[in-house]
């Protein structure tokens, strides 16, 4: 692969490009965060849709264009004063040198001038520095040996952050779709320790609030229907959760699935010389069937 002096020429090709489309394109020179908004949104779903086809071409295609938003915005808000990709690149390292502080940063720079480096060599805040020098050999019986350890302190030191969350779920986007959204809010809940004590009692959860839906769909209320249906797809994405499964990845897969044999059966009433709508269920039923013994195959 490529070496850090060929990376950072690219990165400085890829910031000429962009500063030069700013000032001589017409589009470009029109956009403002507001503007470009949907557009990254855009950019980021098709990023996430090669993600999930393991498409190692799209990825690396899709990430040119996300990353070209990131210096789209660094750009706009150089033109302000406010903060230009300098900021943008060292905001982002001071953070995450000062979440993983079970990392021996000695010597390393801080861009943050309310920040610095300790005698333990963990990024703090200057108000918060401890002078004592550590002992020879001392171990540091904090330091996370897991990646569920290593979320548990993220978000700890997440709450210590000047500028930062004020509360565990704050940090949770609101424009985030429903079922991500659902899923981070319980992950951070358990970060904190707020979580089952054993995953397999999620199950009688589960299963209390099914019951819950099916008496409201009996009596035929709709809005009482809407919530129990949404406290059950809470329960269940917490038991996916707990069981170490992305629901959202698993939803997409099944979203392809349904695609591919619905298709078939399409394209199988076509040859049939029959509309889809003039097809019986059983016909349709049979085809599926087809579909998904040609997925084995």
């Known amino acids: 692969m490529h070496t850090k002096e060929e990376k950072l020429e690219a990165f400085g090709r890829l910031l000429d490009v962009q500063e ?3 000032v001589e394109c017409p589009w470009d020179r029109k956009q403002t965060f507001e503007s470009l908004r949907p557009n990254t949104i855009e950019e980021t779903f098709e990023l996430a849709d090669a993600l999930m086809k393991n498409d ?30 300098v900021d943008v690149c060292n905001a982002q390292s001071d953070k995450l040198m000062f979440r993983h ?18 005698a333990k060599g963990q990024v703090v805040y200057k108000d918060e520095l401890d002078n004592q020098q550590t002992t020879d050999g001392e171990s540091n019986s904090n330091i996370p040996s897991t ?15 000047r500028e930062g969350n004020k509360t565990v779920l704050s940090g949770v986007p609101d424009s985030l779709p429903s079922l991500i959204k659902a899923y981070r809010i319980q ?37 009482n229907s809407t919530k129990e249906l949404g406290d059950f797809l809470f329960s269940v994405i917490n038991a996916s959760r707990l069981y170490k499964l ?17 298709t078939y059966i399409e394209l199988k009433s076509k040859e049939m010389g029959k509309e889809l709508k003039d097809m019986t269920l059983g016909e349709m039923d049979k085809l599926w069937n087809e579909a998904k013994e040609l997925e084995k195959k």
């Open 20 to 22: 030069r489309l700013r």
């Open 56 to 85: 190692k071409k799209n990825i690396c295609k899709e990430l040119g264009d996300v990353m070209e938003h990131v210096i789209f915005y660094a750009l706009l808000g150089s033109e302000t004063n406010d903060f230009d990709i």
């Open 101 to 118: 502080d079970f990392i021996d940063w000695t010597g390393w720079k801080i861009a943050d001038d309310r920040m610095a480096v300790n």
């Open 147 to 161: 990646a569920t350890q290593v979320e548990s302190t993220w978000e700890q030191r997440k709450q210590k952050e």
């Open 187 to 223: 992950d951070k809940a358990r970060n904190v320790g707020f979580d089952w004590e054993k995953k397999e009692d999620v199950w009688q959860k589960v299963a209390e609030e099914l019951e819950e839906l099916k008496i409201e769909l009996a009596k035929e209320d709709k809005a």
């Open 246 to 262: 992305n629901p959202d990845n698993a939803l997409e897969h099944t979203n392809q699935k349904f695609i591919s044999r619905f």
